[in-house]
């Protein structure tokens, strides 16, 4: 077993595109609390962070921006084209992230943790696992997943496979290798069965993924997913908020479809690939999805990003249940604050939103670099931003 009583831990690694971050979420879908560690990397030299006057006293001012925070991408160049300087950095920032993997796995409540990290195998944190995961991909698997994702040419795509360590090395020294081909059912499949094996008595997915089916039209009726002459019948009975799960995929893609009027076009293969970034919190009446919300926490911060209810549906009691089974939810994570992006009418809400907690806001006055970051990452044009901090004890403060 690991450093921590009663935790079980899997390191989880592999090379660039190969899917780790889909693999950490869809552990995170069964139970696991997991622990980006790269992202908490940036966080040890954030303004404030016990990291930032180390790396400006030893690299120089010149990386300052004029928000006070270190240029992250200032930063880059300079490590990436010194080994002296980047092992100098990760000198600074290693033994950090491993002081705040350490309080973080300590205040969680589940029992199986994961920690991502590229570098996984190269530092210390390999020696706290229990089980060292490694994700694996085709070549060109990795390489279309760039362009498609990170909007690089086939040249760029391939210069960035090449120039990390061979992935050969790492599946060498796994205990569980998923094989990530590109198809999130396989992914799914194969993810279940390895936490089945290295988990005893664990709860799995296997009976979610038998995707619901949506109705099928008789011979010549036409159906589109965005044209309503009449509202649907009120089911009666009570609202309830349930965990999305693979197999709602169907119902999922026609809600988003139809109550964007098509501004989403989604299918249930879209659906699937979503459940390896965010998971979705679904509003029932008499067993019928009658909202949902996508949401995420991704390095400590909580993102909703989907919010989408039928008309007849009360708003203010919907919100209520969902959002606070998202923030439940959230807390179990460790989040320390929740970013919500309304659009349309529910962003003019701002008396229902007030009685969450929720106040408006723009991503320059978080105050915490890192509640900025997850804010520009994902604002569109036309939503609103609407901040609520969850809790105040937050990692990588000064030592």
Same mark, same amino acid.
């Given at each position: ?207 979610? %993924? !038998?995707?619901?089916? =949506?109705? /099928?039209?008789? $011979?010549?009726?036409?159906? *589109?997913?965005? @044209?309503?002459?009449?509202? +649907? ?85 919907? %919100? !209520?249940?969902?959002? =606070?089974? /998202?923030?439940? $939810?959230?807390?179990?994570? *460790?989040?320390? @604050?929740?970013?919500?992006? +309304? ?57």
């Amino acid at each position: 077993m690991s450093n921590w009583s009663g935790k079980f831990v899997i390191g989880l690694t592999g090379n660039i595109a190969t899917g780790k971050s889909v693999v950490r979420r869809m552990l995170e879908h069964l139970g696991a609390y997991t622990v980006d560690a790269d992202a908490l990397t940036h966080r040890t030299y954030a303004r404030g962070a016990p990291g930032y006057q180390q790396v400006i006293d030893h690299f120089g001012k010149w990386l300052v921006n004029k928000d006070g925070e270190i240029d992250r991408g200032k930063l880059g160049q300079l490590v990436f084209s010194s080994p002296e300087a980047m092992a100098y950095l990760e000198a600074i920032v290693h033994p950090l992230v491993r002081q705040a993997t350490e309080i973080l796995i300590k205040r969680s409540t589940q029992s199986v943790v994961v920690i991502e990290a590229i570098k996984l195998l190269e530092g210390d944190l390999r020696n706290v696992c229990d089980s060292i995961w490694v994700t694996n991909a085709p070549e060109e698997v990795q390489v279309e997943r760039l362009i498609r994702k990170r909007g690089l040419n086939r040249d760029q795509a391939l210069e960035r496979v090449h120039a990390q360590s061979a992935q050969s090395a790492k599946v060498a020294v796994a205990n569980i290798v998923i094989t990530n081909t590109g198809s999130y059912d396989n992914l799914w499949k194969q993810v279940n069965a390895a936490w089945k094996e290295i988990v005893p008595g664990a709860n799995v997915l296997e009976a979610e %993924l !038998e995707p619901e089916t =949506a109705p /099928v039209p008789a $011979a010549g009726q036409v159906t *589109q997913a965005i @044209a309503v002459e009449q509202p +649907p019948a009120q089911p009666v009975g009570e609202l309830v908020v349930k965990r999305g799960k693979p197999k709602n995929s169907a119902a999922i893609a026609e809600l988003i479809t139809r109550l964007s009027k098509g501004a989403r076009k989604m299918t249930a293969d879209n659906v699937m690939e979503e459940f390896g970034e965010k998971a979705y919190m679904l509003l029932q009446l008499d067993q019928k999805t009658v909202g949902l919300a996508g949401w995420q926490v991704e390095n400590l911060v909580t993102r909703t990003t989907d919010i989408f209810l039928e008309e007849y549906v009360n708003q203010q009691k919907a %919100l !209520e249940m969902l959002i =606070a089974e /998202v923030e439940r $939810a959230s807390a179990e994570l *460790q989040s320390e @604050a929740s970013l919500i992006f +309304p659009m349309n009418e529910l962003a003019a809400q701002e008396a229902l939103w007030k009685g969450l907690g929720y106040e408006k806001r723009t991503p320059e006055t978080l105050g915490v670099q890192a509640w900025q970051d997850s804010a520009k990452e994902v604002q569109s044009a036309g939503s609103t931003l609407l901040f609520k901090q969850l809790r105040q004890d937050r990692v990588l403060r000064p030592i």
